[in-house]
């Protein structure tokens, strides 16, 4: 595996071809949302051009599928 925190955006790390999916992390508005909410990946400057207000929050919009950052932390599972 990469060494993960060497890439993506210089503050949070994120990028679109992470070891993991934001689809999978707790950190979304969310279940369903592709907006990010964790305040790293917000104040991330690279991530301006993502950013929108949602439900009175100030998010970043994320790739579901593809998008990872450092601050990736997915949900438990039940058969964890």
Known sequence: MADY????TAIAGYEEKGP???ED?????????D??????????????SRLTQAGGKLAARINLEHGCCSYVKQEKRDSD
């Open 5 to 8: 925190s060497e890439q993506g």
């Open 20 to 22: 993991y999916h934001c």
């Open 25 to 33: 992390c707790v950190h979304r508005l969310a279940k369903d949302s």
């Open 35 to 48: 907006l990010c909410i964790h305040p790293v990946v917000v104040a991330d400057p690279q991530m301006k």
